[in-house]
């Protein structure tokens, strides 16, 4: 949902959506409807649930991987084939503006700069796009506004977004914007930076893409006839990209329970241990019994580590007052010679 102020903010989505009203196609996003009511406009689009490729290298801190790309690239030359055969020029293309579907599709999306023509062969002098992705022809449309571009310019940003996809930056991304520029014009056609880890169809790839001369440059058909795309490529690999991009978030959340659960479950056992302590310190207790051991009370209550200390505390003052507590020995005497008693007449 987007406020609009005036008409001609209006007029800036009018072609936007007029591209993607007339533009089905599986490789580019879909529009559902639009609405415009109380200046507010609503764009109702397809849903993508994997989300943009930019998003998943940067959650996943790691670029594509060569099959990876190579399946991306050839998607991403289907769409530009069906736009430009509908005189449709992108004119930012990107990894933030492809998106993926969990089943593999590859989608171009934002096309709010993009630029629809009457005719195939119509020409734009419009300075317009990201720098970093850029073309050379659009750069010197600035200086020089005899120098208009065509379609060409889709299939150099194509060139450096594979190049964002291996490196997950574009290059001379730590430039400033006008610094780019400039050396857009000035410098050759950028590459891998380190070309050895890559194919050699991927290397080649790039390089017939990034052709700073657009009367040079390949069009999308030619591309989908490199050896790179034109193989038997599967989309298992982006799903499991973005399966791993979804189970980052998942992972979180279970190691977080998982590292709670075991605290909860530590403190019981420290509790039973501390109650085993306590009902070991009998040592307290037996003392106290000694001088109470023929008062029967007195060691019904000796188990109990509570109630140890206080019949502890009256048998000394009670010991004086009650003379019944030493007769209590003598007859115990007996009691304990009665086997020798029984072994002398035996002798």
């Known amino acids: 949902m987007c406020v609009l102020d005036n008409e001609d903010d209006l007029a800036d989505f009018t072609v936007e959506i007029d591209i993607l009203s007339e533009c089905r196609h599986p490789n580019v996003v ?30 996943l801190e ?15 030359c289907r769409g530009l084939q069906f736009l430009h055969s509908r005189r449709v020029i992108h004119r930012d293309l990107k990894a933030g503006n492809v998106l993926a579907t969990m089943t593999g599709g590859v989608k171009l999306a934002d096309f709010g700069v993009s630029a629809k023509n009457k005719s195939t062969l119509q020409k734009h002098d419009t300075f317009i796009g990201t720098p970093y992705w850029m073309a050379p022809e659009v750069v010197l449309c600035e200086t020089f506004r005899d120098h208009p571009y065509d379609f060409k310019v889709d299939i150099w940003s194509l ?14 991304h730590e430039m400033t914007p006008m610094r780019v520029l400039l050396k857009i014009q ?11 880890r890559w194919g050699k169809a991927f290397n080649d790839f790039i390089a017939r893409a990034l052709v700073k001369d657009p009367e040079k440059r390949p069009t999308a058909v030619e591309l989908l006839k490199h050896e790179f795309v034109s193989g038997n490529l599967d989309s298992k690999p982006l799903r499991d990209l973005l399966l791993e991009y979804r189970a980052e978030v998942v992972e979180e959340e279970v190691v977080d329970d998982d590292s709670e659960e075991p605290r909860s479950s530590h403190m019981p056992m420290e509790e039973d241990d501390s109650t085993s302590v306590r009902s070991g310190d009998t040592p307290d207790v037996k003392m106290s019994e000694e001088p109470a051991a023929g008062t029967p009370p007195g060691a019904g209550r000796a188990p109990s580590p509570p109630r ?35 072994d002398l007449p035996a002798c």
């Not at 409807?33 to 290298?57: H, Q, R, T």
Request: charged share 20%.
């Open 62 to 76: 790691k670029g594509l991987s060569e099959l990876q790309i190579a399946y991306v690239c050839r998607e991403m």
């Open 159 to 172: 060139g450096i977004t594979l190049i964002e996809f291996a490196q997950m930056e574009p290059p001379n």
């Open 30 to 59: 879909e529009l559902h409807e639009a609405y415009f009511i109380d200046n507010k406009l609503w764009m109702l689009l397809e849903y993508c649930d994997g989300g943009a490729l930019d998003s998943v290298m940067a959650e």
């Open 308 to 342: 140890a200390p206080v019949p502890a505390a009256p048998p000394s003052p009670a010991a004086p007052l009650s003379p019944a507590a030493p007769p209590a020995p003598p007859p115990a005497a007996p009691a304990a010679k009665r086997p020798h008693d029984d």
């Open 186 to 196: 000035k410098s050759e056609p950028p590459a891998l930076d380190q070309p050895s």
